[in-house]
């Protein structure tokens, strides 16, 4: 079955103090991974998409990177507007309707 | 990225009554789209996926006379909440994808049965 499982749960962070978050995933065949970063009563917001092993992207503080079994997201020298909770998301290849498998997510919080 | 609108951003109604909820693509082509509902400190739990122009595909325990999808447009899903109950409160999300690459979301709906 495909999963995503998401740690910690919740992690706390000194600003300037940086720190990873991990998405393991079990999938059959994985078409995509997926980064994406909600605010409380909002939408998520798009992040970053890694295809394939190896791969890594960057935006302002944050780096995602991909293995076989799983992504980090890296947040350099972390600010409090950085708090929210980062989701991370597989689709798995032959998901005919491209569902997305969400995981539960990391609530960050970083304190001034 | 792309934008998605949805609206309304909350409602309130009363028990017994319908609620709909629109989520538009506004700069691309959502040839899928997705409903989720949201609990507290939870993740998203997928509901539905529809694609232009065909009947949406629902998920295991998802009641799809209660959950009305209407994906009649590449720009345009809806979701009607019908004959609402206070179990139904929650926070309603949709996305769009174009072809199953990134999916976009919607800022959300928070739906208050009273």
């Known amino acids: 079955e495909d999963q995503v499982t998401q740690s910690p749960e919740a992690l706390r962070l000194q600003e300037g103090e940086s720190s990873s978050l991990n998405c393991s995933y079990t999938?059959?065949?994985?078409?995509?991974l997926f980064w994406y970063r909600q605010d409380p009563g909002k939408g998520p917001e798009f992040l970053f998409t890694?295809?394939?092993a190896g791969e890594e992207k960057e935006k302002e503080r944050l780096k995602a990177t991909l293995t076989k079994k799983e992504s980090f997201l890296h947040i350099t020298a972390p600010k409090p507007e950085d708090s929210a909770t980062y989701l991370c998301?597989?689709?798995?290849?032959?998901?005919?309707?491209?569902?997305?498998?969400f995981g539960t997510g990391t609530r960050l919080k970083v304190l001034a | 990225g792309a934008v998605v609108s949805q609206h309304p951003s909350r409602v309130i109604c009363k028990s017994g009554t319908s609620v709909k909820i629109e989520c538009r693509s506004l700069?691309?082509?959502?040839?899928?789209m997705f409903w989720y509902r949201q609990f507290p400190k939870q993740s998203l739990m997928l509901m539905a996926t529809?694609?232009?122009?065909?009947?949406?595909?629902?998920e295991q325990g998802v009641e799809k006379d209660k959950f009305l999808i209407n994906h009649a447009s590449l720009t345009l899903s809806t979701l009607t909440v019908t004959s609402a109950h206070p179990e139904d409160s929650s926070f309603y999300i949709c996305?769009?994808?174009?072809?199953?690459?990134?999916?976009?979301f919607g800022q959300g709906t928070r739906l208050t049965v009273v």
């Open positions: 996305s769009a994808s174009f072809r199953g690459v990134e999916a976009f």
């Open positions: 999938v059959s065949g994985l078409r995509g």
């Open positions: 890694l295809y394939s």
């Open positions: 998301a597989v689709q798995a290849i032959g998901s005919g309707t491209y569902k997305y498998i």
């Open positions: 700069d691309f082509q959502a040839t899928t």
């Open positions: 529809s694609n232009e122009g065909s009947k949406a595909t629902y």
